[in-house]
Every structure is written in structure tokens, then in C-alpha cells.
């Protein structure tokens, strides 16, 4: 089991450019949850995928934001336009239909400059 | 409005002692209570949950208790060893999937 594998594991990109993270999930695993970390905040949940279905997306910032599950072992967040406001960790985890364990990725640092 | 809240921002425990981390909430909604914990540039990692049936459950030298008149839990570490500093947050979930977190607490083994 390689766990939750996401990249890259640093991007910096210049204010305006898009940026793509990426997130593979545990095989098996039908939920899928993007979280970004700051100081400020802490941990908040940005959407909520199952069975490759947003549920809930009522995290998501803003429409620079847009995140998709192609697949059931894949997702995608973009940001596109970046802002300097986003530089934050963000974070993918999944999660099987058995038990509450969500299991979490090592985090993708983003820096917008 | 904090549902889950971890009042001490840190705790320092001799290493070979009891580490006990608490954790208060409003919602007596929540279905389980997990605990995790994170190094530095690493993602949360889990360590025991609860259901909100169950008063405690034990993992190895992990043990979690909820007290629900309290609205309260705490996770036991015994004993505690140097590889246990980190952060710990606590979490419970809602709806069957919404994670809602505790600012942290950062526990420090001192050897």
C-alpha cells in the first residue's frame, strides 16, 4: 500500500499562472477530500469527493478554484488565475466506505510570489 | 464557532510518563472522534478514533476516552518516547464525512 500520493511536493509559481496539484488514492478507497493548511486557519476542508461525485464544495474559495476526479484512483485541484493569498499547504486524503480513517498525503507547499 | 476545541497549545511530558491530550466540543451531533498526529512537512497521520457510542477504545500504548455528559476526550499516551513529539489534533466527524478540527496541541517528550 503506497498510501495517498500526491505532487509536486513544492511548486513555486509567479502570481497569475495556473497551477495543477495532483492527488492518486489509496486503491479501494471511494472519498476523496482536499484540504489546505495555513496558519492562520488550520486545516479546511476545500471539496469533498465520493464515488467521484463532488458533495460538497462549499470550501472552495473562489472560482480561481476547480478541482476534478477524472477517475476513481485520481484528482486534480487547479488554480487558475494564482494569487500571492493562496501560498498554503494543501493536502489530499482518502477514506474507505469501512470505518472513519481518512489517510493523508504528504502535502503539496504551494508559494505564489 | 470552534465545535472542537484543544485548549493547551502545548504540553512537555518526561519521556517514560503518561502524555494526556484533551480535547472539548459543542456538538453532540458528531458520530466519531479521531486523533492524529503531524510532523513537520508531513501530512496528518492517524492514530485512534472513537465512535460516539463507545466511552474508550486502546491501541497499543494509545487509549482514547470520551466522556459525553463532558463533552470531552482525551488520548493517553503510555508511556511516552521521544518519537511521539509532535502535533496532535484532535477531529470529529459530522455528516459521516466532514472532518472538524482542533487547533492542535504540541507535545514535547523530554528525555
Known amino acids: 500500500d503506497a498510501g495517498v500520493i500526491q505532487s509536486p511536493r513544492h511548486e513555486v509559481t509567479e502570481m497569475g499562472q495556473e497551477v495543477t496539484l495532483r492527488c492518486k488514492l489509496i486503491s479501494g478507497h471511494n472519498s476523496l477530500f482536499w484540504y489546505r493548511q495555513t496558519m492562520m486557519r488550520g486545516l479546511e476542508l476545500l471539496i469533498y469527493?465520493?464515488?467521484?461525485?463532488?458533495?460538497?464544495d462549499s470550501g472552495m474559495p473562489e472560482d480561481r478554484f476547480s478541482a476534478k476526479m477524472p477517475n476513481a484512483s485520481f484528482s486534480t485541484l487547479k488554480i487558475q488565475p494564482s494569487e500571492p493569498r493562496d501560498s498554503a499547504v494543501y493536502f489530499c486524503?482518502?477514506?474507505?466506505?469501512?470505518?472513519?480513517?481518512?489517510?493523508f498525503g504528504s502535502g503539496t507547499r504551494l508559494t505564489v510570489v | 464557532d470552534q465545535q472542537v476545541k484543544q485548549n493547551s497549545p502545548s504540553l512537555s511530558v518526561q519521556e517514560g510518563r503518561i502524555s494526556i491530550l484533551n480535547c472539548d466540543y459543542t456538538n453532540s451531533m458528531f458520530d466519531y472522534f479521531l486523533w492524529y498526529k503531524k510532523y513537520p512537512a508531513e501530512g496528518p497521520t492517524f492514530l485512534i478514533s472513537i465512535s460516539s457510542i463507545k466511552d474508550k477504545n486502546e491501541d497499543g500504548r494509545f487509549t482514547v476516552f470520551l466522556n459525553k455528559s463532558a463533552k470531552h476526550l482525551s488520548l493517553h499516551i503510555v508511556p511516552s518516547q521521544p518519537g511521539d513529539s509532535a502535533v496532535y489534533f484532535c477531529?470529529?466527524?459530522?455528516?459521516?464525512?466532514?472532518?472538524?478540527w482542533g487547533a492542535g496541541t504540541k507535545l514535547i517528550i523530554k528525555p
Open positions: 469527493f465520493n464515488n467521484n461525485v463532488p458533495i460538497d
Open positions: 477531529a470529529a466527524i459530522k455528516l459521516g464525512y466532514q472532518l472538524i
Open positions: 486524503a482518502s477514506k474507505s466506505r469501512d470505518g472513519p480513517k481518512c489517510t
